[in-house]
């Protein structure tokens, strides 16, 4: 690879120097890659999965109702997983 396409490659991506105390060392980490940005995400779909629950209790067909129940708790299930994967350790 020639230099100059490695200097385009650098200049795209922001990398951030963070000090992690557990470990006493430093780490890089890309500009919004963020270690709590998936359990925030898996939060946040956790609240629209109950919201969503209480809309589908009113919908007029029974079917319906099962199927989108059946959706909402797969989806629950990895906004639970997304949620807390960081705290297995």
Known sequence: M???????????????CLFRPETGTF????LGDH?????????????????SGLWVHNLPNMALQVLVYIALF???????????RDYSR
Do not use: K
């Open 27 to 30: 780490t890089d980490m890309a």
């Open 2 to 16: 020639n230099h100059r396409a490695e200097q385009a490659r650098s200049a795209r991506a922001v990398v951030l």
């Open 74 to 84: 797969a989806i629950a299930a990895v906004a639970f997983i997304m949620t807390f």
């Open 35 to 51: 270690p709590q940005r998936t359990p925030f995400y898996g939060v946040v779909l956790l609240l629209v999965v109950l919201i």
